[in-house]
Nanobody, 114 residues
Framework: VQLQASGGGVIQSGESLKLSCVSS????????IAWHRQRPGQEREWVAR???????SYADSVKGRATISRNYAKMTVYLQMSSLRPEDTAVYYC?????????WGQGTQVTVSS
């Protein structure tokens, strides 16, 4: 399984952004998906996840501002974020896992300027 994240960039505070993560390879193995981020000088942290049944959960720091979704036909996972803040500046990573296997995308930089 390979994951390719994209959609990052430099945006103004208060704006919205949609990140994408395209999967390839043994995509049938991709059951659980998530987005993580690593803010400057900090550990990587979990942001959002979607379980195989479609249930979602979010970190408190993005709850109400983030939506994780999935398009099976396009083999793509999305993270829609709105009302972005400077503290959302980070490298965002997509992740997939199933039955002890785990895969990460390469990360996409999001910079929110005030």
């Amino acid at each position: 399984v390979q994951l390719q994240a994209s959609g990052g960039g430099v945006i103004q505070s208060g704006e919205s952004l949609k990140l994408s993560c395209v999967s390839s390879g043994s995509t049938a193995s991709i059951k659980y998906i998530a987005w993580h981020r690593q803010r400057p000088g900090q550990e990587r942290e979990w942001v959002a996840r979607m379980d195989p049944g479609g249930s979602t959960s979010y970190a408190d720091s993005v709850k109400g501002r983030a939506t994780i979704s999935r398009n099976y036909a396009k083999m793509t996972v999305y993270l829609q974020m709105s009302s972005l803040r400077p503290e959302d500046t980070a490298v965002y990573y997509c992740k997939a896992w199933y039955r002890g296997s785990e895969w990460w995308g390469q990360g996409t930089q999001v910079t929110v300027s005030s």
